[in-house]
C-alpha cells in the first residue's frame, strides 16, 4: 500500500527559527518613580496570530503584569507590536515567550509576567504563562 502524501502548511516549517523574527520595537518612557516600587497591568483581549500547522486565527486575551525598572513602556508603541503578530504563524507557546522577551529588552523592568490565554479552538484551550524575575 502507498503511503498518503502530506503537503506541508502554508506557516510550516516557521517555527525552526522562531527567535529571529524581527519584530517592531517597543517604546519606553522615563520613570520617574523610579524609588518606588509599583506595579503596573497591561491587558488586551485583541491579540491574534496564526496558527502555524493549519492556517486559522488563533485569538488571545493578553495579560502582562510588570515592576518598573528605569522605564515603562509605551502603550500605543506596545499595541502596534501586538498587531504585528495578526500574521505570523506562531505557536501559543513561542507567542507568549516572544512578546515577553521583546518586553523585557524593551523596559528592563524589575519583574514580568504574561499570561496569553488563547480561545478555544477544536475544544481545546490554551493558558500560557511566563515570568522574568531580574537579577539582583
Known amino acids: 500500500m502507498a503511503k498518503k502524501v502530506v503537503q506541508r502548511g502554508e506557516y510550516e516549517g516557521l517555527q525552526d527559527d522562531i527567535r529571529s523574527i524581527n519584530t517592531p520595537a517597543i517604546e519606553v518612557w522615563d520613570n520617574q518613580y523610579k524609588d518606588r516600587r509599583y506595579t503596573v497591568y497591561i491587558r488586551t483581549d485583541e491579540f491574534s496570530c496564526i496558527c502555524p500547522k493549519t492556517g486559522l486565527p488563533d485569538i488571545a486575551d493578553i495579560s502582562i503584569e510588570y515592576v ?6 509605551e502603550l500605543k508603541s506596545f499595541k502596534f507590536y501586538l498587531v504585528f503578530f495578526r500574521n505570523i504563524g506562531i505557536f501559543h507557546e513561542h507567542a507568549a515567550n516572544m512578546i515577553l522577551d521583546d518586553f523585557i529588552k524593551a523596559c528592563k523592568p ?3 509576567k504574561i499570561t496569553a490565554v488563547f480561545k478555544s479552538r477544536g475544544g481545546i484551550q490554551t ?3 511566563s515570568v ?3 537579577n539582583k
Open 68 to 73: 518598573p525598572d528605569k522605564y515603562c513602556v
Open 110 to 112: 524589575l519583574y514580568a
Open 127 to 129: 493558558t500560557v504563562g
Open 132 to 134: 522574568y524575575e531580574k
